[in-house]
């Protein structure tokens, strides 16, 4: 057992201090503040200096931390209590993360109306571009009707078509009278047939000619013959 207890300038206790001649009981009393429960931490401080009479033994102190400690009464489920310092620590870390859940769950619920909200703006916003490009597309049907084809007959089918070719579509914007002009030709009633391929005469044989003893020949003739308009246009070689 603890036969003394020795500190020195320990909270409302000034200067040095020692506690003697403790036996197996002892009752210590006083009002408040005189430092009953000082002596009672010092008594649970293992560092504390304490005289032991035969072999030192582990401190109990049941106050107030005591209680703390070990004791912990659910806030869930009246008349449920948890025992032991491990028990109480875990319950707490229990507690703990039971709050940061309901915490959690209360972030996913407005991340959630906060979606709900984007989500029905984006609708919005949807309704009134199709509302757009539908008036568009019944100012130009007439021009470009074959274009439009598979989405004259749905709002919302012409819109999302819309949406997805200004997203994947990277041609120049043209205006409306140059589609025009491409729209009359893409989309002739009847489409032009491709024409065979125009084979070239061989002018091998042309140039072979020249050596021919006859083209060679000299044409000898007068002005007033009906054949002399043929020459009179040609070199002296030709003539004479």
Request: with cysteine; charged share 25%; glycine share 8%.
């Amino acid at each position: 057992m603890i036969s003394s207890l020795s500190f020195t300038n320990v909270a409302t206790f000034n200067g040095s201090h020692e506690l003697s001649g403790a036996k197996r009981v002892n009752y210590l009393f006083g009002g408040n503040g005189a430092g009953k429960s000082t002596i009672a931490n010092l008594l649970a401080d293992a560092a504390s200096a304490k005289t032991w009479q035969g072999e030192p033994l582990e401190v109990m102190v049941y106050n107030k931390k005591f209680v703390e400690a070990n004791f912990y009464a659910s806030d869930d489920l009246d008349g449920v209590f948890t025992l032991g310092d491990h028990s109480v620590d875990l319950q707490q870390k229990i507690d703990a993360a039971r709050v940061s859940c309901g915490k959690t769950g209360e972030d996913i619920a407005k991340l959630n109306s906060s979606l709900e909200s984007k989500q029905g703006e984006l609708q919005i916003k949807k309704e009134i571009l199709s509302e757009a490009c539908w008036a568009a597309k019944k100012r130009y049907e007439t021009k470009f009707a074959q274009a439009f084809v598979g989405f004259v007959a749905s709002k919302d089918k012409f819109g999302t078509k819309v949406i997805a070719e200004s997203q994947t579509n990277s041609s120049a914007a043209e205006s409306v009278a140059t589609l025009e002009k491409k729209a009359q030709v893409l989309f002739l009633p009847v489409q032009p047939q491709p024409m065979a391929r125009v084979t070239l005469p061989a002018f091998d044989g042309l140039v072979d000619s020249e050596s021919e003893p006859l083209l060679r020949k000299k044409i000898l003739g007068k002005g007033d013959v009906d054949i002399s308009y043929l020459f009179s246009g040609t070199s002296a070689n030709w003539r004479s």
